[in-house]
């Protein structure tokens, strides 16, 4: 069956980085896309960005523009999320979640199980 | 950026009874590009539908979505005891692609 696996969970302090792995299996990699969403503690859903697989190309939310870079790996079938100069206000479940391989905009089935990212000092 | 807003905020309900979410757009939704999630504690979201009313994959009937342009409801025919937990609504009819704030199905 189509999964997506995350990375375990993490706790980094202010101002490091944080790289959470999505491992995806049960089906073609490379005929989709990768999206990345999170939630903080209590909080609704927040769109990161997304990669395709297909190709490498992106697109990020703005404000996440300059400290966030995705990328993929396509011997392994996994997609990679990478933050850096991390906050408090980071701190949050940051889920993948497979999309199409050529536009950003889309629904997202199924999601991986989510990685929880704590940022304290 | 559209902005989807969600109501009511939480809906309390007995198994058996009727659930009509809402959620309303700041601006029309192209193509009818609405999706549906639901969210138990501890879990990722789940896609229910897509294209406002498209049912995903191995989703029961009781499901149901409809509306377009700026106004779209998620009806639960007749509630069953798994069908409490939260359900977001996203558009991704232009990016960067939004959800609302959540509204929480909680028994009664």
């Known amino acids: 069956q189509v999964q997506l696996v995350q990375s375990g969970a993490e706790v980094k302090k202010p101002g490091a980085s944080v790289k959470v792995s999505c491992k995806a299996s049960g089906y073609t990699f490379t005929s989709y896309g990768i999206s990345w969403v999170r939630q903080a503690p209590g909080q609704g859903l927040e769109w990161m960005g997304w990669i395709s697989a297909y190709n490498g190309n992106t697109n990020y939310a703005q404000k996440l523009q300059g400290r966030v870079t995705m990328t993929t790996d396509t011997s392994t079938s996994t997609a990679y999320m990478e933050l850096r100069s991390l906050r408090s206000d980071d701190t949050a479940v940051y889920y993948c979640?497979?999309?199409?391989?050529?536009?950003?905009?889309?629904?997202?089935?199924?999601w991986g199980q989510g990685t929880l990212v704590t940022v304290s000092s | 950026e559209i902005v989807l807003t969600q109501s009511p905020g939480t809906l309390s309900l007995s198994p058996g009874e009727r659930a009509t979410l809402s959620c309303r757009a700041s601006q029309s939704v192209s193509s009818s590009y609405l999706a549906w999630y639901q969210q138990k504690p501890g879990q990722a979201p789940r896609l229910l539908i897509y294209?406002?009313?498209s049912r995903a994959t191995g989703i029961p009937d009781r499901f149901s979505g409809s509306g377009s342009g700026t106004d779209f409801t998620l009806t639960i025919s007749r509630l069953e005891p798994e069908d409490f937990a939260v359900y977001y609504c996203?558009?991704?009819?232009?990016?960067?692609?939004?959800f609302g704030q959540g509204t929480k199905v909680e028994i009664k």
């Open positions: 979640a497979r999309g199409p391989a050529t536009t950003p905009t889309s629904w997202f089935d199924p």
């Open positions: 996203q558009q991704y009819g232009s990016s960067p692609e939004t």
């Open positions: 294209g406002a009313s």
